[in-house]
């Protein structure tokens, strides 16, 4: 067998054990008590497999969606435990008889693909829905040689910056590249040139932001944190304060929302708009769509089940998507754009590998100040040392 190492996990029982402490309050989850440390005993390293020291890994919300089983109870579903985490970058350490696109020392990022269908889009992701999956949130990990992607060392990011994009960045491109192609289907180039682009607060917004505004777009980022708006005004996006609207609790607040959109538009509201979140954020993204325009998404952080009046949405001929996550090739794609175009928001600590459960905690708390990354490795290799401050 392969070597032991220190790997996260979350298990039914930790699951279980919080939701009644917090009587099935998912807000007052602890999330730092449901992610434990544990040892993990790695898989042989096959013909087609690459093993890898895990350098840093950024914190994904679906943690906080296995932990606070708020959707499904992954935990239970995969058995009664998980490893997490689906977004590394890593040092390779030993290859397979078969693998001739890795070599030991090479700087890698996963995606988190976990089984591609007929049209290369993940029928599961890994490390969650995956079945036998195992994360990366870990000291090493053995994985298939197809589901690593050099990392892209000369981008201009730095080591955190990178750690903060394998799983953010896919999705925003693909969402990007689907509600582009969605609107140009009803509207094209030939009749409007530049669009009007909407994100709500979060890594995969900005992203999709950062992409509206390379290609030239209006790009809008409404978000309750002031210090992730200040970093993309510093790209030419535009803030809008969610908070200033109560994050839409009340009808009032979207009709207020609406009237200030409006204005900033020139009255011609938003063509292509990023949703991760749902709940009170769906009809507020909805309300402010121009006529032809698209609203998107691969998140349901704030709920599952939308509502909409179909008669109005039919009559403003507004598409709703639904994404999940890139084609493996898409992600390759998506990397190619690292430092020119994705220049993530970082959180100001970066966490030590001991204290990923704390990075969690902060996450589901919304007190971070960007993406949180979790520097895995105390020594990292030399092709690193320079982007690891
Ligand atoms: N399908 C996929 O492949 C995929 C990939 C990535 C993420 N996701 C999902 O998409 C969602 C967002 O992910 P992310 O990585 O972009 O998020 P993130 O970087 O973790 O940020 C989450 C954001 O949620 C906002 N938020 C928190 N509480 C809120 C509330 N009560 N009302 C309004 N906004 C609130 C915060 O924005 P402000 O406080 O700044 O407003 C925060 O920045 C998650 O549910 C995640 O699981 C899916």
Do not use: K, S, Y
């Given at each position: 067998m392969g070597n032991k190492v220190r790997a996260w996990s979350i298990t039914t029982e930790a699951v279980a054990a919080e939701r009644e402490r917090t009587g099935g309050k998912t807000a007052d989850v602890d999330v730092s008590k449901v992610i434990q440390l544990d040892d993990l005993e790695l898989r042989d390293v096959g013909p087609s497999d690459v093993r890898m020291r895990i350098l840093a890994v950024s914190a994904e919300h679906n943690i906080d969606h296995a932990a606070t089983a708020d959707t499904v109870n992954i935990a239970e579903m995969r058995g009664g435990r998980i490893y997490p985490g689906n977004s590394a970058v890593g040092e390779v350490i030993e290859t397979g008889?078969?693998?001739?696109r890795f070599k030991p020392g090479d700087v890698v990022i996963t995606h988190c693909n976990g089984e591609p269908d007929h049209y290369g889009f993940p029928l599961r992701i890994w490390a969650y829905d995956q079945p036998e999956s195992i994360g990366w949130y870990a000291e090493e990990a053995v994985v298939g040689d197809w589901q690593l992607i050099p990392a892209p060392l000369e981008s201009g990011l730095n080591l955190w910056e990178i750690a903060a994009l394998p799983l953010r960045a896919p999705t925003a491109y693909h969402m990007w590249r689907r509600a582009l192609g969605i609107y140009r289907i009803k509207v094209p180039r030939e009749r409007r040139s530049h669009l009007n682009v909407l994100g709500f607060g979060g890594g995969v917004s900005e992203l999709f932001l950062m992409l509206a505004k390379s290609e030239g777009h209006n790009a809008f980022f409404c978000s309750g944190s002031p210090e992730r708006r200040e970093a993309l005004e510093k790209m030419g996006i535009t803030g809008i304060d969610q908070r200033q609207f109560n994050r839409f609790a009340a009808r009032e607040d979207v009709s207020a929302f609406r009237k200030h959109v409006s204005s900033l538009t020139g009255g011609d509201d938003m063509h292509l708009v990023c949703d991760m979140?749902?709940?009170?954020v769906f009809p507020a993204g909805l309300a402010v769509a121009a006529r032809e325009g698209v609203n998107i998404s691969a998140g349901w952080q704030l709920s599952q089940v939308v509502e909409y009046n179909s008669t109005i949405m039919s009559v403003k001929q507004v598409t709703i998507d639904h994404t999940h996550y890139e084609t493996v090739q898409g992600c390759e794609a998506a990397t190619e754009l690292y430092g020119s175009v994705f220049r993530p928001t970082i959180h100001k600590e970066i966490y030590p590998f001991e204290e990923l459960g704390r990075a969690f905690a902060e996450m589901h708390e919304n007190t971070q100040t960007g993406i949180p990354i979790i520097r895995v490795a105390d020594q990292m290799p030399d092709s690193v040392k320079t982007l690891a401050p």
């Open positions: 008889a078969n693998v001739t979140l749902r709940g009170p």
